[in-house]
């Protein structure tokens, strides 16, 4: 909570203060304030309050008017591989099991290495970044090169341990890709920025008793498990022909539906699947521009919603998106849950900065840090213009947000209080050194 001001009291010097048109703080819920000024200090948020308490009570050593744009909480992309931003339109317009085995697997078994997850991860931070993304959960291999590239660039990161049966560059079986992904997470554990996941890929790609291992370690070192589950329709017939049951119960059998757990897509739940994994604690992260572009389905996020099911939003990785975008899957979550429910008012504007924010810092561990702009959480945070003539008149900041507005409208983004991205252009990475790299591997996978 904000400190009372004493009246006559000497100035405090902070870092920063940020004095916007508009502050959408998430918390509380539905509010949208004008005249307020976010105080920053040491990475964190010192205070939020109105601009005249702000002038008497702090002296800042630097502040930054933003006339015309909305602050907010950082965005949250809850469900990525953002190594795979180097298959950009490398398998386009094929259903996900052709797209895997004909092209993505193929490709990732002669490509994918450090130098590749680095580069490419690269790549997905800086545009992240430029998108108002300052935090991503991601599922891939080389967790230590992403880790690398996502410090040089100054962003949050959640990395997977991605876990699979079969051999690939990375690792041999189940137990080698866990006895990596944790020998990682062992030697990053007290960087700020970096957590992990635990990161079975499907319940297609992973046996039981791998599941009932990763089950204990999730227990065990307390972090999130991060799985693919009930994409499509095949998935559950497969898992049916093999296991007698759906992918959901298969998992509740094996003692994996919990608080702990994020579900990524979601698209194929039964009404009695929702309400179980609701009851049980877990998180959805629903990829809305993924699932259409796979031919996966509209997943029943109204009833999501109505459930109490917390859901964050992810981009899936660009090569089947194909953009890193909170912006878009913003818009089309809200518009899929209100086409297929035939409600209007589902996922409204304010539910779905929600979901962007705070509902996927909440799925991963870290609401007490992240997700709103609560005082004492850290200053993620991303401001965005909504002055320009091509989106005017704004009536409302938080459905412009949502309806109007794109991530070429984002002006500052910051991570833990240091500015990681202004004007469009991102503050620790030169952009041509990004192009050289897009350029270097576009010439690999196509020569």
Known sequence: MNTPFVPGATPNEIDLLIRPEWIIPIEPAGVTLSGHALAVSGGNIL?????????????????????????????????????????????DDLPLMRWLSERIWPAEARHAGPEFVRAGTLLACAEMLRGGVTTFNDMYFYPDAAAEAARQIGMRAVLG???????????????????????????????????????????????????????????????????????????????????????????????????????????????????????????????????????????PMSAVQARGLNFGLGTDGAASNNRL?????????????????QNAEALDAHATLHAATLGGARALGLDGKIGSLLPGKAADLCAVRLDEWLIQPCFDPASHLVYVAGREQVNHTWVAGKLAMSNGVPSQINISELLDLAGLWHTRLTS
């Not at 009930?230 to 119960?249: D, W, Y």
């Not at 094996?254 to 990524?264: F, K």
């Not at 975008?325 to 429910?341: C, I, P, V, Y």
Request: charged residues 20%.
């Open 47 to 91: 205070a939020l309050l109105p601009n005249d308490e702000a002038r008497q009570r702090f002296r800042p050593r630097q502040t930054l008017d933003l006339p015309g744009q909305v602050l907010l909480p950082g965005l949250i992309n809850l469900h990525t591989h953002a190594a795979m931003s180097l298959l950009r339109g490398y398998a």
């Open 325 to 341: 975008d909170l912006f878009h899957e913003m818009r089309h979550a809200a518009l899929l849950a209100k086409g297929a429910s």
């Open 161 to 299: 341990i991605v876990v699979i049966e079969f051999p690939t560059s990375y690792a041999a079986d189940a137990d080698d890709y866990l006895a990596k992904g944790l020998a990682v997470r062992d030697s990053l554990i007290n960087d700020p920025l970096l957590s992990f996941c635990l990161a079975p890929h499907a319940p297609y790609t992973v046996a039981d008793k791998t599941f009932e291992k990763i089950a204990t370690l999730a227990g065990q070192l307390e972090i999130p498990v991060h799985v693919h589950l009930h994409e499509t329709r095949h998935e559950i017939e497969e898992s049916l022909q093999q296991h007698g049951v759906r992918p959901v119960e298969r998992l509740r059998r094996l003692g994996l539906l919990g608080p702990q757990l994020i579900a990524v897509h979601g698209v194929h739940l039964e009404a009695g699947e929702i309400d179980l994994l609701a009851h049980e604690g877990c998180h959805l992260a629903h990829c809305p521009s993924s699932n259409l572009k796979l031919g996966s389905g509209i997943p």
